[in-house]
DNA sequence: CCAAAAGTGTTTGCTCTACACCCATGG
DNA sequence: CCATGGGTGTAGAGCAAACACTTTTGG
């Protein structure tokens, strides 16, 4: 089959599941429509894909539209592409999930169209318009499983954090308690963070601040982190 | 962000990686390339997604096209939309794999424009045109990995077939030995299989028939299948 | 000195791996 | 009866899970 460039196309947009720590909860942010279909309604931020631009650039710009932030832990999902997902024609999304860490300056009130934005504790999302109700829930299983068997969830942290810190985002992802001197032997013999010579200091004992190891990718461990 | 509709959009193709096992071989279907660019080149079998169709129905119609078989084990792999990676404009490509069976119906001599079509094993790929080298290495990547923690093996055989034929599947896509005691019991105690009354009559000691046990779709499993 | 959080090892069970011989059939 | 591939069990090692107390600081 060749390639022929006289056919209708459907339309190309990306929608991204931009996730953070807020509040001791894993939260997305959600964007209301302004418009029909579906006005009113919560939806996943995304738009066009320009021709000039590649798909993660235009999730980019789309994040650093909403967010103000350039950078993130970016990663394809998959495409959606059903012929009727969007009621005005053919729209095909590339989906992209981001993690924001926790102390990053995120600008609020929103995008650049000023549409409102917000975050969503991720167990209690209101039901999304499009498709991105199943979208939304895909992000989250592919992130409990990324967060398994790879080293993502440091993305979700500060450049420095305590081990506490790293358990207690692990624990909110995952919904489950784990136990603390497994949780560190592991992450410590998997050689993926490093101790810097600072100490939080606070309420009680003081606690030794690490850093993820940048070099250590720590891609795909052959066997998941933690069970 | 709003969707609009006046934009230039991109062109939006799928492209499949298929995987059948032939003469004790992994092997993939290229197409050569008859016009420019790439013209002689091999290249991976795609085409336009119509507007009425999903995805999925893209890819299925075009493996039909090129092999006249309706059904296959189909899974979306990554799209694929760096702004230059056709040199006749922007395309973004939704690549698949699919599996299909060793003893399918398989049509030779191609397409539906007689292009010539043609089986190859995987590790003697020749240079493809476009971005399909990459998409070929990460279909490969995939179905490996699958291969470790899901039933996805069963999809190049035939509905029924021996343990041996099964382990000599595993071996010819992992690309090593297996233990045959080790891998009869894994396989068995997944319940992923069962037996059939049949047995398969040759050379040495009749063997045993076994087919998939479709129910138990062995999606993800906690532990993978093999090491 | 008391409250609060940080930090630290060992034992037990289970799973994975390595390994060699007998069985059933066809010719 | 012999050649060929089919089929079977066990012992040892390594890994994962469960579990409780001591240490360091601030108030």
Redesign the pocket.
Known sequence: MEYTYDHPRPALTVDIVIFTLRENRLQALLIQRKDDPFRGMWALPGGFVHMDESLEDAALREMEEETGLKEAYLEQLYTYGAPERDPRGRVVTVAYFALIPADAPFRREGGSDAAQAQWCTVSELPPLAFDHTEIAAYALRRLRYKLEYSAVGFELLPDEF????LQYTYEIILGEKL????F???ILEANIIEPTPQ?R????????LYRYQPDAVAEVKA?RL??
């Open positions: 305590t081990l506490t810190e136990d603390k001197r497994n560190r032997r592991r100490r200091t606070g309420e009680g004992r003081p606690a030794r066997r933690f069970p």
